[in-house]
């Protein structure tokens, strides 16, 4: 489809609807504030009009409240994933680390002495250790850092594009490594993971071809593809979780609404405590495992 080289807002509406893009008016607002020149206004709704997701397109999604930086080959993050930033940052605040308890000292009848000097306050409570596995462009673990505003945050993905975003999205709030699931991270975390996201590809193989182009010709295959059923990845990180997770630390993964059940059975295999938690305002089915304590 042809665009013309400059148009007015009308002009851009009627153009992205012809397009396909159902929500054409708020894309239009969009474009028109990230668009620097008239020139790259027309270039930017070109690639919109060709089939580049939004998101690619303009440079950034919104997700849970913060502006993720996205660009081509990499995963849009979805915002029904907030759903399971939400239920993680309820689990963190909920069975995260705890300061020790202020030594009490029993009073002494008798002059005061050195030994009965004011005890010392107690050691800070340490920072809960969070993990973003299949992190894409780390929007889940940036999201979940804000919410909690101080995590030791380790993301990875075996991407390469994805980890460089990761990178810029998290910044100075934790560090991102290149690798497959659990392969890079420091073996110092093994059984200190408070919470542990794995946004895992879900979809199973013969449906990879019915998704919509956007994510089917401009997202990887990797971060789609989840095998026969669609939970392959899923129980590769169910098998190596519980020698992670620290006691009481929870592994939250995101699945569609048919997989739950099996989902649910994969993580009780496992040796965790499985619960699914669903919503019908988000769309999202999130599956949760619990390491004993």
Do not use: K
Request: net charge neutral; hydrophobic share 45%.
């Amino acid at each position: 489809m042809s665009v013309p080289p400059s148009f007015s807002r009308a002009t851009l509406v009627t153009t992205l609807r012809a397009a396909g893009c159902v929500f054409a008016e708020d894309e239009a607002e969009l474009l028109l504030s990230a668009a620097s020149s008239p020139a790259a206004l027309a270039l930017m709704v070109s690639r919109r009009v060709d089939g580049t997701p939004l998101e690619h397109v303009v440079g950034r999604a919104e997700f849970d409240g913060l502006r993720i930086a996205v660009g081509p080959g990499v995963f849009v993050p979805r915002r029904r994933t907030e759903f399971l930033v939400r239920q993680a940052a309820g689990l963190a605040a909920a069975t995260g680390p705890r300061p020790a308890p202020a030594p009490v000292r029993v009073p002494v009848p008798g002059p005061v002495t050195a030994g009965d000097a004011p005890c010392p306050a107690p050691e800070p409570c340490p920072a809960p250790v969070v993990v973003d596995l299949c992190c894409g462009s780390g929007a889940l673990g940036a999201a979940l850092a804000a919410r909690l505003g101080r995590v030791e945050l380790h993301a990875a993905d075996v991407e390469p594009a994805a980890v460089e975003y990761a990178r810029r999205n998290i910044g100075a709030r934790g560090r991102v490594h290149l690798g497959d699931l659990f392969d890079p991270l420091p073996a110092a975390l093994r059984g200190r993971v408070s919470v542990l996201l794995a946004n895992v590809p879900y979809v199973p193989t013969g449906d990879v071809p019915l998704l919509p182009a956007e994510a089917r010709v401009h997202e990887p295959l990797v971060a789609l593809d989840g095998g026969a059923d669609g939970l392959d990845v899923m129980r590769r990180v169910v098998a190596g979780a519980p020698d992670w997770l620290a006691p009481g630390g929870s592994l939250l993964m995101e699945a569609g609404a048919r997989q739950a059940e099996l989902a649910r059975e994969t993580v009780r295999a496992a040796g965790l405590v499985p619960r699914v938690v669903t919503s019908e305002e988000w769309c999202a089915t999130v599956v949760i495992g619990t390491r004993p304590a």
